[in-house]
């Protein structure tokens, strides 16, 4: 059962200012009262209570009430419409930026920015216990990384390149990297365990965002392969110019697939997955929805699609906040099976 930060009462507040007289440590305090040493410092802290004679438990309840009905100012955004739509999209795997960019886009008398939609999250959460109020619902979870606390980013160290005889990513065609042009693929494997055959199958497309995403029920090159001809052999050649691929062996049958698909195959670095960055996003993505331990062995052909459906009908940024499916039919016509 989840827990939740229930704020002193007055009654502990008095327990605190009579144990501070005798001369008690925060340890001691925060022993007796059954609190962390860190609700008793900030407490004292916040009601001047470091000098003894300063501290006074009924002004500080009253300070208390007073903050706890402010706080509500900073939960509403701007009316109830946007607060369900805000809850609803992130339950949809939308991030706060896609939602602010949406909203803008599409109607902008109900825009929001993302940081908004962050503080709305985050203002349900107690700063001091990391635990949500009991009269909230916690959206951490429908964030991508499901922080306790709002962190800054990151940036990832560059791997060192080596070179093999492979179809290299350094002789793959520029327009690739400017993805301004339909046809480039990245795919890759997501693995239940490393000992368990069945993994899943993930591909998209660099100028729409379109992704898809199967069953594989081995991690073989047939299998991989199968896959691969299967959706590809769906769409017009136009679209199949280059795949972009992890050195992983089941995507060593590439020259097959060259020549049943007419698409052009090219590697990535040894561990440099940061070269097929889409992709690898993709596979977070669909992470959040089926974290490590889920067994993709019980996993339906119905759940998978539901998945895809949900990444394919996600509202992008570089993608003017246009989805995937969006762009695809509008740049090519094409209407993909949802």
């Not at 100012?73 to 805000?86: A, D, F, G, P, W």
């Not at 985050?122 to 964030?143: C, F, G, I, K, T």
């Not at 089926?290 to 509202?315: C, M």
Request: net charge positive.
């Amino acid at each position: 059962m989840k827990k939740t930060y229930k704020h002193l009462n007055i009654q502990e507040r008095e327990r605190i200012l009579e144990l501070k007289w005798e001369g008690r440590s925060l340890t001691a305090i925060a022993k007796d009262t059954g609190r962390s040493p860190a609700t008793i410092s900030r407490e004292l802290r916040r009601n001047g209570g470091q000098k003894i004679r300063k501290y006074s438990p009924s002004l500080a309840q009253t300070r208390a009430i007073k903050r706890r009905s402010s706080r509500g100012r900073n939960l509403r955004l701007k009316n109830e419409q946007i607060r369900s739509y805000v809850i609803t999209k992130l339950k949809l795997g939308w991030s706060p930026e896609q939602i602010s960019g949406r909203l803008s886009k599409y109607h902008p008398d109900q825009s929001i920015s993302y940081e908004a939609i962050y503080q709305f999250i985050y203002a349900r959460v107690s700063p001091a216990s990391d635990l949500v109020y009991q009269q909230y619902e916690d959206l951490r979870p429908y964030l991508a990384r499901k922080r306790k606390r709002r962190m800054k980013k990151g940036l990832r160290k560059p791997h060192k390149i080596r070179q093999d005889k492979l179809p290299s990513i350094e002789t793959r065609p520029k327009e690739v990297e400017e993805r301004a042009t339909l046809g480039h693929w990245e795919d890759d494997s997501i693995v239940y365990t490393p000992t368990c055959p069945v993994r899943l199958r993930t591909a998209n497309e660099l100028a729409s965002g379109v992704v898809f995403i199967d069953k594989a029920v081995a991690s073989t090159m047939a299998e991989a392969n199968r896959i691969s001809k299967q959706r590809f052999s769906k769409l017009p050649k136009k679209l199949l110019k280059t795949l972009t691929r992890d050195r992983g062996p089941e995507n060593m049958g590439y020259k097959e697939l060259e020549a049943d698909v007419g698409i052009s195959c090219f590697f990535a670095h040894p561990y440099s997955s940061w070269e097929r960055g889409a992709n690898e996003n993709l596979n977070g993505l669909v992470r959040r929805f089926l974290p490590k331990g889920t067994d993709f062995r019980e996993l339906t052909d119905e759940q998978i699609k539901q998945i895809e459906y949900l990444l394919n009908t996600r509202p992008r940024k570089r993608l003017g906040y246009k989805t995937p499916y969006e762009v695809f039919y509008q740049l090519t016509g094409v209407a993909l099976e949802c």
